[in-house]
C-alpha cells in the first residue's frame, strides 16, 4: 500500500482532490493533508509519504521550497505539483527537484489519478531496482565468504598433502572435500598455490626428495617410496620434468658441488 499527502491552503480544493484519488484501484493505504508548508513538511517527517501533491502558492510560503525540502530528507519521494499559474520558473524548479509532473488547475480525475499511477510505477520500478543491488550485494558477500572458507580448506589441504606425501590424492576427493566442484576446485587451488593440484603435489614431492637425496644415503628407490611414488621409472620422470636432472644425475651434481666445497 502506498501514501499520499495533499497540501493545498485552499480547503476545498484539498478535500476535491483527496475526492478524486481512486485509493482502492491505485492501492493508496493513508492520505494525509496539510493547509500550510510548515504542517506539510511536519506531517511529510512524521509519516514519510511516497507521493506528494503540493499546490505551489501558499499565501506566505513556497510549495517549491517544500520540495526542496522532501527532496533533500528523502530524495526517493515522488512529488507532482498542482499550480493555478502556468509558470515556467516553478515548473523548472520544480523539475529540478525531481518532481514527476507540475498539473495545472483545475485538475480532471482522470489526469489526477494517471500521474498517481505513474509515480507508483516509478516507486516500484525503483524498488525493484534497490531489491536487485540488495540481493546482488548478499550474493556477492556469500560468495566471497564462501571463496574465503574454501581458500582455508585448500590452504588445510596442501598442509595435509606436505606432511602425508605417500597419501593417494585424486582431484575428484579433494573437490568433494570442500564441496566444489573440479573445475572450480582447482580453478580456486591454483589461485592459492600458484599450481594445479596435481602440479602441486609432483612439486612437493620432488622437493622433499631433493632434500633426501641431499641429506641421506638412502637408495633412490627408497626415497620414491617415501615421497609416495611406488613406481621408480614413473618417479624418475616426474623428477627430471621437475628438476630438468633423473635422480641418479641430480646426487651426482650435489656431490660435486661439496667435493668442491
Keep these: 500500500m502506498y501514501s499520499i499527502l495533499v497540501a493545498d491552503d485552499e480547503r476545498w480544493i484539498r478535500k476535491g482532490i483527496i475526492k478524486m484519488i481512486d485509493a482502492e484501484k491505485l492501492e493508496i493505504g ?5 493547509d500550510n508548508i510548515t504542517s506539510a513538511l511536519s506531517q511529510f517527517e512524521l509519516h514519510k509519504p511516497d507521493i506528494i501533491l503540493s499546490d ?3 499565501p506566505t510560503e513556497n510549495g517549491c521550497d517544500f520540495c526542496e525540502q522532501v527532496f533533500s530528507i528523502k530524495p526517493e519521494t515522488r512529488i507532482v505539483m498542482i499550480s493555478a499559474f502556468d509558470n515556467f520558473e516553478f515548473a523548472r524548479r520544480s523539475i529540478k527537484y525531481q518532481a514527476v509532473d507540475y498539473l495545472l488547475k483545475p485538475v480532471s480525475k482522470e489526469q489526477l489519478n494517471q500521474v498517481i499511477s505513474q509515480c507508483i510505477e516509478q516507486i516500484k520500478r525503483q524498488s525493484e531496482k534497490d531489491n536487485h543491488a540488495v540481493s546482488q550485494y548478499l550474493k556477492n558477500s556469500m560468495e566471497e565468504e564462501t571463496e574465503k572458507t574454501s581458500e582455508e580448506e585448500i590452504e588445510n589441504i596442501m598442509k595435509r598433502m606436505k606432511s602425508n606425501l605417500t597419501e593417494k590424492y585424486t582431484l575428484t576427493e579433494l573437490a568433494a572435500e570442500c564441496c566444489l566442484s573440479e573445475v572450480y576446485f582447482s580453478s580456486l587451488f591454483k589461485k ?3 599450481m594445479s593440484p596435481m602440479n602441486y603435489l609432483a ?3 620432488i622437493e622433499k626428495a631433493c632434500e633426501l637425496i641431499s641429506s641421506t644415503n638412502w637408495r633412490m628407490v627408497k ?5 609416495g611414488y611406488a613406481d621408480y621409472q614413473y618417479f624418475t620422470k616426474v623428477f627430471k620434468k621437475e628438476t630438468g636432472k633423473t635422480p641418479g644425475e641430480y646426487k651426482e651434481t650435489i656431490r660435486k658441488e661439496f667435493d668442491n666445497d
Design 223 to 227: 626415497i620414491a617410496n617415501y615421497v
Design 30 to 34: 493513508e492520505i494525509y493533508e496539510a
Design 56 to 58: 505551489v502558492i501558499f
Design 192 to 194: 592459492v598455490s600458484g
Design 203 to 205: 612439486h612437493i614431492r
